[in-house]
């Protein structure tokens, strides 16, 4: 049962459209998990076609539609659907994940004996965009964040200092929180995550610490 949601701000900028693409994709991932935040994001777009309707409107050029249309057919698809060929974790994951993944394949990173990273490419200048895999029973390193960081759970479960987090949970950490995530004993935990800087290993010299790479993308 999902139990950790985006707030209302996140849902409105999402509605909106005011988002970059990492946190519009970490959103909509929840959004396959949770039908309160569906719904909540239906009411939103609802008010806000309202609003829109009760402006007054603005003039635009004769030939508007047609640029319009000359843009779509000049235009790429945002997302590549995964070919055939596709590994075991990333076949489970959720069908709107796995657009992002083009070749069906996910390159894991060691980060710790019990962690793995594998980034994923978006088109993002300012996010980094990555799942992160912890073994059955793992535990992440202690770490803490220097800038704002979106979870979500997309299978498995883990705990830390703060709570449990099961599937479609929406985490969100802010500059300065330190935590140890730990995933449950009975299955390995992947999340899909979107970091606006690098996380760091506390009480390591950062000479070690495999956190400190960051690369939007």
């Not at 076949?91 to 004996?113: C, H, K, M, N, T």
């Not at 073994?135 to 390193?141: D, E, F, L, T, Y």
């Amino acid at each position: 049962m999902v139990t950790k949601h985006p707030d209302t701000t996140f849902l409105m900028d999402y509605t909106t459209g005011s988002l970059s693409t990492a946190p519009l994709i970490a959103i909509t991932a929840h959004l396959q998990f949770c039908e309160k935040c569906r719904e909540q994001v239906d009411s939103l777009s609802h008010v806000g076609g309202e609003m829109l309707a009760s402006t007054d409107a603005l003039p635009v050029s004769d030939d508007l539609f047609d640029q319009v249309l000359s843009c779509i057919d000049q235009g790429q698809p945002a997302v590549s659907k995964p070919s055939k060929k596709v590994d075991d974790v990333a076949r489970s994951l959720p069908d709107y994940v796995q657009q992002f993944l083009p070749d069906g394949e996910l390159r894991w990173r060691f980060l710790s004996p019990s962690l793995r990273v594998s980034p994923i490419t978006c088109g993002e200048s300012t996010f980094e965009l990555a799942l992160h895999r912890i073994k059955a029973g793992g535990r992440a390193p202690n770490h803490d964040h220097k800038g704002l960081e979106l979870t979500v759970v997309l299978k498995g479960s883990f705990s830390d200092e703060d709570g449990v987090y099961q599937e479609g949970d929406f985490i969100v950490r802010e500059p300065g929180d330190v935590h140890r995530p730990h995933a449950a004993q009975n299955h390995e935990c992947i999340c899909l995550s979107v970091c606006e800087a690098p996380i760091k290993l506390t009480g390591v010299k950062g000479v070690l610490n495999p956190f400190l790479s960051f690369a939007p993308s």
